[in-house]
């Protein structure tokens, strides 16, 4: 019985011990390998993650000097349109007080007998209505 020998439990735990040393060499060395291929993934998402900032650091300076130009042009149409509704507004009153003047003026009865007279008259209410 050569199989209950010392020796040979021996030799095969040994043998077996290698295997294993031979197994975790090799799952180490793969691990390794996987490690430096995620150190590098990771250098890479790394860099590319920086030019994203810089980019969008980039759009968001782009995006405040825009919304400065809007802004800008908001408060000038904004001062226009009030100017343009002040003009509209002295413009109605004006026409309001011509028509008032031309309606007086339509409206008025011409004193005089003869043409020349009643044109007297039409000078002299035109003079009184327009300075």
Same mark, same amino acid.
């Given at each position: 019985?050569?199989?209950?020998?010392?020796?040979?439990?021996?030799?095969?735990?040994?043998a077996?011990?290698?295997?294993?040393i031979?197994?975790?060499?090799?799952?180490?060395?793969?691990?390794?390998?996987a490690?430096?291929?995620?150190?590098k993934? !990771?250098? #890479? *998402?790394?860099?590319?993650? $920086?030019?994203?900032?810089?980019? &969008? =650091?980039?759009?968001?300076a @782009?995006?405040?000097r825009?919304?400065?130009?809007v802004?800008?042009?908001v408060?000038?149409?904004e001062?226009?349109l009030a100017?343009a509704d002040?003009? !509209?507004? #002295? *413009?109605r009153a004006?026409? $309001?007080?011509?028509?008032k003047? &031309? =309606?007086a003026l339509?409206? @008025?009865?011409?004193?005089g007998?003869?043409a020349?007279e009643r044109?007297?008259?039409?000078?002299?209410q035109?003079?009184?209505?327009v300075?």
């Amino acid at each position: 019985m050569w199989w209950l020998s010392p020796r040979v439990w021996l030799a095969g735990g040994l043998a077996l011990l290698l295997a294993l040393i031979a197994i975790q060499t090799v799952r180490v060395g793969r691990l390794k390998d996987a490690l430096t291929e995620a150190q590098k993934s !990771a250098t #890479e *998402a790394r860099s590319a993650l $920086a030019g994203q900032k810089d980019r &969008a =650091d980039t759009c968001e300076a @782009a995006l405040t000097r825009q919304k400065a130009a809007v802004d800008a042009l908001v408060a000038a149409s904004e001062q226009k349109l009030a100017k343009a509704d002040k003009a !509209a507004s #002295e *413009a109605r009153a004006v026409a $309001a007080s011509a028509r008032k003047q &031309a =309606d007086a003026l339509l409206n @008025a009865r011409l004193k005089g007998k003869t043409a020349c007279e009643r044109a007297e008259d039409v000078r002299r209410q035109f003079g009184e209505v327009v300075p």
